[in-house]
């Protein structure tokens, strides 16, 4: 019988190996060793949810043999909806219980009963934890509320490193983006560099950079990275059809690309695979100058900490133009300025 002790211990076992060098894999290993060592358990899998394919692959697994190790991805939706409208999913004879498939495969494993839980990030579930056992069980109370905080504590390395790595990602994009406005006054090479940087720092399908034709009110296009040329030679964009609202200075967000009114070429967007789109003003000094595009494959919630690294980047590639402007003046100036030196040496 497991007590309150041992789940205390377990608890700070896990706790300790946030404050240690351990990485995200690791983590979760011991999360899924300490399920199945606490609660007694035959074996564990902890899968982390991949948003882009709307599946859970698995992230750390003990106690399977490699015949029965999951080969397959599991559906999400249909995971997620179950857990969720009861906190966890309880499963007494998991060799005859319609809510799971491959009854002979667990039958074989020596797998009697599951439970399983969600890894949850705030009200997010970015995976699920399950726990097998050798022999038919009911789960306590108890037991199910420690499988969901163990659950939390997965959450957390997931999280923890995915910031990490963001971190680290929008660190290399203005690193870059710097060394690109130190080494050249190049604005289409600066733009490709900041494109590319941001579509991998964001993790979305393609950037792309354009310029505002004031004369024509059309958005140029300066740099693209992700998009193809077919999509990009679809027509001129308009200033005053296409996601307009960033044109007076504030981020904009479409979730659905293929249906919102306030988008240019919604066919043409549907075709190429876009989904989701985050516009971000570019802005020379306060005067908005173009705009800076990030498209998804799949439906997407922009976060806040991504708007703000996003409209930063868009701030550091408008004072780039606005520098290359100001050199590209400077030198129509010295060349005017020596002209005029010569017309008046002329004179002697």
């Not at 019988?1 to 351990?22: E, H, I, N, P, Q």
């Not at 200075?249 to 690309?257: D, L, Q, R, W």
Request: charged share 30%; aromatic share 6%; hydrophobic share 40%.
């Amino acid at each position: 019988m497991t007590g309150k002790s041992d789940y205390f211990r377990t608890f700070c076992k896990v706790s300790r190996a946030f404050g240690s060098a351990l990485g995200k894999d690791e983590i979760l290993d011991l999360v899924v060793r300490s399920a199945i060592e606490t609660m007694n358990g035959k074996a564990a899998s902890l899968f982390v949810y991949d948003e882009k394919r709307d599946l859970f692959m698995k992230g750390a697994q003990q106690g399977l043999s490699k015949n029965y190790l999951h080969s397959k991805p599991i559906d999400a939706k249909k995971v997620v909806e179950r857990i969720m409208n009861g906190g966890h999913i309880a499963i007494k004879d998991a060799t005859s219980d319609p809510l799971v498939e491959n009854h002979e495969a667990k039958k074989k494993e020596g797998i009697a009963s599951m439970l399983v839980v969600p890894v949850m990030v705030g009200s997010r579930a970015v995976g699920i934890l399950v726990l097998y056992t050798a022999k038919p069980r009911d789960f306590s109370k108890e037991e199910i509320e420690f499988q969901s905080a163990l659950a939390e504590q997965g959450g957390m390395a997931i999280e923890k490193a995915h910031l990490i790595e963001k971190l680290r990602n929008s660190t290399k994009v203005f690193h870059d983006l710097a060394v690109g406005i130190n080494a050249s006054m190049d604005i289409r090479k600066i733009m490709e560099i900041m494109s590319e940087g941001v579509a991998k720092a964001l993790e979305v399908k393609a950037v792309s950079v354009r310029l505002l034709d004031e004369e024509n009110r059309t958005l140029k296009l300066v740099a693209s990275y992700g998009l193809s040329d077919k999509y990009l030679k679809k027509g001129p964009v308009s200033a005053e059809k296409s996601i307009a609202e960033a044109l007076c200075g504030k981020p904009v967000v479409v979730k659905s690309a293929s249906s919102d009114d306030g988008v240019q070429y919604r066919n043409e967007k549907k075709e190429e695979g876009i989904v989701s789109i985050l516009c971000v003003p570019i802005k020379e000094r306060e005067k908005v100058i173009g705009v800076l595009r990030l498209y998804t494959d799949h439906e997407r919630d922009f976060t806040n900490d991504d708007i703000m690294l996003v409209s930063a980047l868009a701030h550091q590639g408008g004072i780039a133009i606005q520098n290359a402007s100001m050199l590209l003046a400077l030198k129509e100036d010295l060349k005017d300025f020596k002209a005029d030196m010569w017309s008046h040496r002329s004179w002697f």
